[in-house]
Each structure stands twice: as C-alpha cells, then as structure tokens.
C-alpha cells in the first residue's frame, strides 16, 4: 500500500479482496454505494485526508519536498515565481481549502513577494490546521526540513484524530476530466466511456467537470445546445468566443500534422473527440480556475487566460496543469484519458487512468486504471464501460489507491497567469 | 478475421477504421454491418458510409465536423482532399498523406 493512504489501509485491502469475489454486483454497485469521507468545515466531504505542503518560491522548494520525504498522507504544491500573481495565489487557495486536504504547512524562504503566513491564515479562517515559517529564520536547510518534519507529524496526528467522517455518495462527488496523450481511440472509446460515466454522475446528483475550451473549436452551435438554460448559453458563448480569440492571436488550433496523419481531418472532428467526455447532460454553465461549480450537473472550466498587458499563461501549457485546474474547482478525483500512454498522477486528488487503446492498457499495465478499449472490439458496450468506471470510481474514493497513487506520482504545475477577477484586491500583481 | 471500423453515432456518414484495410470490413460501434472499400484506408483513417455530394456536412459523433467539397461514394476514403472545415481553411491546403503544411515553402528560403 503507498504510504499516503496508509490511514485507510484496512478499508482499501477489504475492497481489493472482494472485487475478485463479488465483481458482477459491483457493476451495478455504484449509483447506490455509501461509504465514509472526511467532513471538512465548509460541509464539503473529502475522500482523502491529507497534509499539505506549500512552498512560496522556487528557492524553497527543496525544503518543502524534503520535508514530505518519507511523510504518510503528505503532500507538495507550490509557486516558483518570486514576484506573486493572483491567479497563482487563488489557485494555491483553493488547493489548500480542497475537502481531500486536512491541514496546511506554508513554507517560504522569507523574502519572496506571496506570503506564507498569509496562506496559513486563509486556511486556518477555512476551519483547518495550519502552520508557516520562513526557511531564512529557521536555520537553513536542515534545521527547516526537521522543523517541518515535527509541523507535519504534528498537524497529520491532529486530522487523524480529529476530522469527523460522515456517509458519502456519487452526490457528494466532484469529478473533473482531462484528455492527453490521445491517440485516434480516446475520441472513440476513451472520452465517450467518460461521458457516459458522467452521465451516471450527473443523474446521481453528483458534479461533472471538464475543461480545454481552446480545444471545442467549431463547436460553438454544439455546445449552446447543451446548455441548461439562457444564462449557460451566455457563458458558454462568451468562453468559446475567448477561447477562438485566443487560437487565433497565437495561431494555433490544437491541431497538428501528425493529427492529420492519424486520420484525423479537420478541428471539428478531433474538438468532437474531446468533447465526448462531457457525454449528454446539460451543461450548467462556466467556471473558472479556483471556482467550485455552483450547483449539481455537468460545468465547462475555463482556463484560458483573460486579456492582460503581459499576454502571460498559455492556455494549457501542459496535462498536468489542466489537472491541477481541476482539483482547484474541488474534484476529490480527476478521471485522464490517454489513448498513446501517460505516466502522470496528481497531489490531492486521486488521478485515475482510462485508455481507449486495449494495446496501451497491457503494455503500460502499472500505470492504466481502467481499459476503455473493449467498447471498440464490440466486448462492453458504452454504458457497460461507463457503469464500470463508475464502479472504480467509488472504489478509489473508498480508499483504494489509483495506479497513478500507488505509484506515488503527484505532479504539480502552477504557473503566472491572469484570469480577471473584478471583486479581487488590488495588492499582489494581477 | 475481417478488418474493422467504428461508426460512433446512429446519424454518422463515416466510420473510423480500427485497423488498415482494403476490401470487406465489419462496421461496429452504433450499427454493425459490412461494406467494402474502394480504396486502401489507413487505421484511424473514416471512410464513407454512403454516397455523398459537394456541399453534403459530414457526420461523425452525430455532429458535423466540415462538408465534402467533392462528390463521395461509398466506401471511399474522407480526408483532406474531399472534405474542409468550416473553422480551419489551412488544414485543406495539407499534404493528404503526411498532413504537412504546403504553404510555407517561402518561409523555409
């Protein structure tokens, strides 16, 4: 078992057994299991229960990742630039405030413009633990990394002890959905299999979210019709617009030669093949980046920069930011499909692995999740597949680990960018 | 065993080939039946699922994804060179088989 579920270590193994048992009645499990999350201050429920550690500067990086070495339940995040940014700052908070994190250590090398104690302060006013120091006032390296080595022990003890539990559902899911690493089978299997998960999620009373607005180009008609009422449509319109805006200032569609190669013809079809993973609800309405979706159903984040003087942040400069966008807007699990293969995983969240390449699935065994290629050789049908992953979806929230986590990959990416935020103070560089 | 292709929607007017192919192949995914190809087509690569003319939307995920700008039978391969976007007019001017661009050449000088 890997150390960061060490906590639940009875509870996972339990669900491993019985899968080989009973596997045919966990294909209809889902819709109506319960099982026991963590119940955070703010109501939302949390499906793990973790330490995590935020470093303010690049400079205190090594320190901060130290100090997590060997640590159960503990986990990093942080922001390189020494100048602060906004979005970074909403972004850290959000992950800090995440119903999967218990308590927070803010670390800082003591002379970088974002502030640790700030952070500590916004997460104890969450209701949470919450510890910072400065690396420059506690003794250098070693002494930092031991003084933080005791805050972890300390705060993990605390969460352990203290956070209560409470019976959860799909409805008290959030789940976000990724797609990288595709190949011509994540539009055909992959991402409809997630879609017809989320579908299952939506019904269940549960919040559905997937994102890369820059990648539904031609789909403006498309997506108006799935919205849920005037004010989504309103939205929907507004991002898609931006998002186009965007392609065409840097001229890039997110579409390739090697695309073409593939079979695929024009940006509509391979925007279609993403878009397969929002299966068939209505779509409520937009979130941004550090935004939690504002009612049940299926939400669109947007996480393309807004229109800034410094023209600074790509869209999604990679998967991993596209995933950390995700958790910031509250999903206790990230669903990533990757057709060619990915070895990714996330802090926070549990990142759960979907293929629609069967080929992928065995060679690339210790990492893919689940094997969404059977909907392609005819075997399960789409629902089937969707049913299944909803299966493993509430395993991983009982507390069996993902293959990304028993692997211990927690990939971070938090980046300058700038999304406007009118009610936001003006105070750290927009 | 017989080369296989996936029609992901009922309304679709091309399916997606699950292997390279010439001859008979097996369409599965929302209908499931046979057709035979006029032509080599390459994984991953749709072929016609019925006759179409300039003008026609190509369907595929029951939406459209750009119109053929010539006639099409059925079974002939759909890429480049008969069907266009509506969004991205450069992907028409791509190499049909390696989906280069053909239009930089006074770049490279």
Known sequence: MPENISSRSSRGNEALTEKTVIDQSLLTSAATSSWAGFLRPDGRKGVRNLVLIIYTVECAQHVAHAIAIGEADTHVIGFPGCYDNAYAIRLMLALARHPNVGAVLSVGLGCEYTQPEKIAAAVRASGRPAEWFFIQQSGGTRSSVAKGKQIVARLREKIRQETPRAPMTLADLTVGCECGGSDGTSGLAGNPTVGAFFDLLVDAGGRAIFEETAEMIGLRETMQSRAANPEAKQQLAAAYDKAERYCRSVRQWSVSPGNFAGGLTTIEEKSLGAFAKSGTRPIQGVIRVAETPRGPGLWILDSVPDEHFMQFGYTNPNDTEGIMDLISAGSQIVLFVTGRGSVIGSPIAPLIKITGNSTTFRTMGDDMDFDAGRVLTGEVTLAQAGRELADLVVRIAQGEPSKPESLNHREYFIMYKHQNTPTLAVGCRA | ?109
């Open chain 2, 1 to 109: 065993m017989m080369s296989r292709a996936f029609q992901v929607h009922p309304n679709d007017n091309v399916a997606t080939l699950l292997n390279d192919a010439s001859g008979a192949v097996q369409i599965l995914g929302a209908r499931t039946r046979e057709i035979r190809l006029l032509e080599k087509i390459s994984r991953g690569h749709k072929v016609a699922l019925k006759d179409l003319i300039a003008g026609d939307a190509v369907i595929k995920f029951g939406a459209r994804i750009g119109h053929a700008t010539k006639p099409v039978a059925r079974g002939a391969w759909v890429h480049l060179h008969n069907l266009a976007s509506e969004v991205d007019e450069r992907s028409s001017t791509l190499d049909l088989h390696s989906g280069a661009p053909t239009d930089t050449s006074s770049a490279y000088a």
